[in-house]
Structure formats: C-alpha cells, structure tokens
C-alpha cells in the first residue's frame, strides 16, 4: 500500500515545549474506500478480529482490518458513536430516510438487536454523540439547526432502554454539527463552524456553561472553520475542514495548550477524524468528499492523574414539582407521624408563594399560599391553648416574620396559626431548637449574617414570641440546624464553614469552626442536617459549588466520613439532585426503603423531563453503606 509523508517540522517545536512525545511525521495512507462516517473500535471480546465501525451506503458494518464485512444492519444511515462493554458494542446513528436518531446494539453472538428510536424532533439532526456516565448511564446528545440541541437518556451499561427519555434542551451554537464526549472528565465538545470549539459539562445535573477549546484567528488559531474532533486520553483533535488542517490539543491543569497543528494536503475538505492510542501515537481515520482515509500520528499527550470520582446514589422517591416557575423549591422538612410512621411528612418551601405537604411517596397533599416562605423546620410538643399540636415554622420573606404552622398530631394536616414579628430587616434562613425545659425557640438570620433567638409561646391560644438572642457570622448565612439533645447549634456561613455554638439563649454565642470552605466543600454551603444514629451523630451539609453532599461527625474533632452526590436512576426515571440549597434527614424508622431513616434535598436543576424544581428522598441505609457509617 503507497504511503506518503507530510512534513511537521512547527509541529516538532510545539511538542518538545509542551513536554509531550515528539512526532516528525504523519504518515497518511492513499487508499480510499466510501465510508460516510467510521470509527475505530478498542478490541471486542467476542468479535476480536473487528477493528472499525462504518457506516457504508446501504448498512452499518462491522470491518476487520482487511476491510472484510464481519456484520451488518440494512439501512441508510449517516453520523456515528458508539460505546463498547464486555457483552455488546452500542452504536447511534441517524436514520436518513427517517430522519430520526437510533440506537442498534450488537450482542455478543454477533447479532443485531432491534433498532430503539428516539421520538421524531422538529428540527434537522446535524449531528449526534453518545456519553457514558461514572454510573454506566449512557446518554446520546443531538445536534441541530440554528443552535437546537438535546440530551436523551438511551441506555444503562449499554443495554438500551424500552424507551428513550429526553433528559433537557440544550442551547447550543448556531452552525454545530459534530460533537464528542470524552467521558472520562465528562466533557462535551460542540463545534460552531465558523467560530470555534466549544467545551460543556456533559453531566446530566451539570449547567449549561461552555468555554472555548479554540477560535477563528485573529482571537485563536483556527484558520478557516471548526469541524469534527476526536478525543484521545489528555488530548483533542480538530479539524479545520476548509483550510485541510488537523489541530491537536492537550489539557494542563485548567487550560487547554495547543500541541500543534498539522497540514492534510491532498484531502478534500475533511471534516471527520476518529483516533485509536497505538504503540508511540495514534492510528487515524479521516473523512473527507472522497471518503475515508487511515493515517499514523507519532503523538501521545501527556495524560494527567484521573479525578476521583465521587459516590453515586441515587433517590427511591421524587416530589411532585412545586408549583412556582424558576428557582421556586428551597427547603424541607421532615414531620414524623407518632404512631403510623408510613403516614409521616415532607414539607417543602415555594420561595415564590407558600409551603407544599407531601407524603413518603412524593405526592403533593397540601398548598398553602402564604407568601414567598424560604427555610421551614418542625417540633413536636407545642402547647397552643387547650390543645398540643406539632409546630411548623418557616420564615417569610415577604412580611420579615416567623410563620407558624400547627400541624394535626393525628392527621399530619397542617393549618396556618399566625406570625410572629422578627427584628430583621431581610429574613432568610431559620430552624427551630427544643430546649430541656420544653421551650420551643425559633432561630433566623438575616443575609447580612445577623441571627435572632425567639422563644415561642401559644398558651392563651394566640403564637407569640420573645426575642432571648442575637449573635452573627461575618458574612451572609442561611442553612441552620440544632442538636436538641447536646444543646449545640450548627450555622452554615455560605462563603467560609460551618460553625458550632451552645444554643441555648442564657450562653455565650461563641463560634467553633466545624468544617470549612475547601476539600470536598464547595461554596455555597447551604442546608444543614443531623442524623441521630444509635452510635454518633452525623452532621450532613449541601455543598452547593460541586452538587455533592458532605458528612462530618456532630462532635469535636468533627471528622469528615466522606461525600457523594445523588445521581440519575435509569429504572426508575428519577433525575438527580444539583444545585441544591436545603437539606433534610431524618433517623426514625418510616418502614421500607426509609427503616434507617431518609434523606430529603432539593433539586435546583430538574430534569427527565425539565420542568419545576422538586425534592429527592433517599434512603439512608444507602448513604451509611457508601460511607461505611456507624
């Protein structure tokens, strides 16, 4: 077979500054064939003799290196990716005559499954790319005109779905045709042809922020136009399809280094490339007009040390969304029925209008609209004239005041009881606190850090309170939580850590730092919760920044147990949890999943399907299991 080489001389520069292997030529075989699209394949156990997937003009083919048909699937297709596992190869693809992506699965027999469709979209398919998460959900992402994309969920551990889900939109560059996942720093590369390449968080839970990887010159060091990459462990490859150019990219530490860039001369416009690690480079093939190509790079980048992944759990339960568009749910709370624990409670605040009441298995029973309630907390045991009712309270941002709630020890049923007036001029967060004595005290603090210490009194039938305390945190607050049988309380001040301080009124409001900004901890911190366990106690905190959740012990040294963050079930259709500002748990004993208690946070990003933010409950026998908790 004809070789030919091309000469990389800028390119040797680029690599031996960058620290990577150098690599004086690349060499680019004259054979052609007509593929539309291919890929290399890592080795398959059961079909080792398979070396590249392609779509060929009537099928979507398995081919040895000889070029030889192992198998087929009869079509007319157009676009590629795919995910390999121990039992099967997952292939995506675009049917042409449909118009409609798709999913094939080939089995280890070597046989095809039956095609899984995705719904028809209302727009042109440019392109599609599949991604598999740390929890083996895979995921394909599409492509469309004038910006429209998608992310669907197809399969788990590449086994498709029954049905395929959308996950959210996504807002995407105009003139964008061709993505790729690299799934091991979950990063989605999205081109915008005549700009640039762009970089995304692939990550269902992730935002929608993007960052350039590079851009048209004279504001980077693309030539011409941005077309089909290929990501290869530490790198990127790119081409610039109109000036016949391959660029290649390492990461180092936050940024992305250019490698170097080299000329295809003799190709017509290539705008495909798919790259396999072989001994000192890298195996290509390159798509162009006149269709496929295979070539030998002598270039590896430097691979960085793999981030530690965090624990993945997933929730048993999720909410009816709140009935508030936008950032709208924000905290909950956990009432626990005395005597008929399947009977207990979620509350949940609406920051835009009222508090909702749920039952253990997420359906909405109560909504009461009573204004733009923010943070809400629970006792048992308060005296309201002739009757003992369980106590609610939730601050309310639109009088500055504490709303009291009392709720039906019976029935669960909670019912407006009236306000008390608070000292601050911005509330924001609160939690309750028992004192020994009975006393009920209502804590809440204002964005300016300031906290205010109430007493709380019903028994001429009428909520009153006496303010006892005032202390602050330098900075803004708002996640709170009290120790009733230690008499500690724990405040969570956003930017900086989470602090303990005797709760009771009569002491001295002195701050002991628990954890703080930094490690596993992200700010914003924001709800805060304890766990009673028959052997410690358990501080748990939402560490907003990295959507992961955090456990300390409740006593000095505090000792940090570990993290995890609460991820996608496929099987049961349930999205995870990010962005999350209030936090609750409980350790009673609620029956079922829920024996070891529960775990409730709020979801600011909901997704399969997007929609109102909602909340999460997850069992805590899965947490303590995770985390080896005592």
């Not at 003799?49 to 007319?76: I, N």
């Not at 940024?255 to 480079?281: F, I, K, M």
Request: charged content about 25%; hydrophobic content about 40%.
């Amino acid at each position: 077979m004809r070789m030919f080489t091309l000469s990389m001389l800028g390119l040797c520069v680029a690599l031996a500054q960058s620290g990577a292997q150098a690599a004086p030529e690349l060499a680019l075989q004259a054979s052609q064939n007509d593929s539309a699209a291919v890929q290399w394949l890592a080795p398959l156990p059961f079909m080792k003799q398979a070396e590249r997937v392609q779509v060929a003009a009537k099928a979507l083919q398995l081919v040895d290196h000889q070029g030889r048909v192992l198998s087929e699937l009869a079509g007319r297709f157009e676009s590629l990716d795919h995910r390999i596992d121990d039992r099967g190869l997952l292939v995506a693809t675009l049917d042409k005559r449909r118009q409609q992506a798709l999913l094939a699965r080939l089995d280890a027999s070597g046989q095809w499954g039956a095609p899984l469709y995705l719904p028809k979209t209302r727009y042109a398919i440019e392109g599609l790319c599949l991604y598999r998460d740390s929890a083996r959900n895979d995921f394909l992402f599409l492509v469309g005109e004038e910006g429209i994309g998608e992310q669907w969920l197809v399969a788990q551990a590449g086994r498709p779905l029954p049905e395929a889900r959308q996950v959210r939109a996504l807002s995407l560059p105009p003139q964008s045709a061709f993505c790729q996942v690299d799934d091991s720093s979950h990063a989605l590369y999205v081109n915008e042809e005549n700009v640039g390449l762009w970089r995304y968080e692939a990550g269902s839970e992730a935002p929608l922020v993007r960052e350039p990887v590079d851009l048209r010159e004279p504001f980077g060091g693309l030539a011409k136009a941005a077309a089909g990459m290929a990501v290869v462990p530490g790198g990127l490859l790119l081409l610039d399809s109109a000036a016949a150019a391959l660029h290649l990219y390492q990461r180092s530490a936050a940024q992305w280094q250019r490698a170097g860039t080299l000329p295809l001369p003799g190709l017509d416009e290539p705008e495909q490339v798919s790259a396999r690690v072989a001994d000192q480079g890298l195996d290509l093939l390159l798509v162009d007009d006149q269709g496929s190509h295979q070539a030998r790079l002598g270039w590896l980048p430097k691979t960085a040390p793999a981030n530690e992944s965090p624990v993945q759990l997933s929730a048993q339960v999720q909410t009816d969304v709140v009935p508030s568009l936008g950032d709208a749910a924000d905290d909950p709370a956990i009432w626990v029925h005395p005597s008929e624990p399947a009977r207990s409670r979620v509350l949940g605040t609406d920051k835009k209008g009222g508090l909702l009441v749920y039952d253990l298995q997420g359906k909405q029973l109560q909504d009461l609209r009573v204004g733009r309630l923010n943070n809400v907390d629970v006792r048992s045991g308060f005296q309201l004239g002739e009757r003992r009712v369980d106590l609610a309270v939730v601050s309310n941002r639109d009088r500055n005041t504490l709303q009291l709630f009392a709720i039906d020890p019976a029935s669960g049923e909670l019912s407006d009881i009236g306000q008390v007036q608070t000292a601050l001029k911005e509330i924001y967060g609160l939690c309750l606190f028992k004192e020994a004595k009975g006393a009920i005290h209502a804590i809440a603090n204002d964005k300016d850090g300031r906290f205010v210490q109430y007493r709380l009194d019903g028994h001429d039938g009428k909520v009153a309170g006496e303010l006892v305390r005032t202390f602050s945190t330098r900075t803004q607050s708002e996640g709170c939580v009290a120790d009733d049988r230690t008499q500690r309380l724990f405040v969570a001040e956003e930017d900086v850590a989470v602090w303990a301080l005797d709760a009771r009124a009569e002491a001295s409001a002195q701050l002991e730092q628990v954890i703080a900004v930094g490690g596993p901890v992200k700010d914003d911190i924001e709800g805060l919760a304890l766990y009673h366990g028959a052997k410690r106690d358990y501080l748990v905190l939402s560490s907003q920044g990295n959507d992961r959740y955090v456990v300390v012990e409740a006593q000095a040294p505090y000792r940090l147990r570990g993290s995890f963050q609460v991820g996608l079930d496929a099987m049961r259709g349930i999205d995870g949890a990010s962005e999350t500002d209030g936090l609750e748990v409980t350790s009673a004993n609620l029956g079922g999943p829920w024996a070891q208690g529960m775990l409730v946070v709020q979801d600011g990003r909901k997704r399969l399907p997007e929609g109102n933010q909602n909340f999460k409950y997850v069992p805590w026998a899965d947490i303590a299991r995770a985390l080896k908790l005592d």
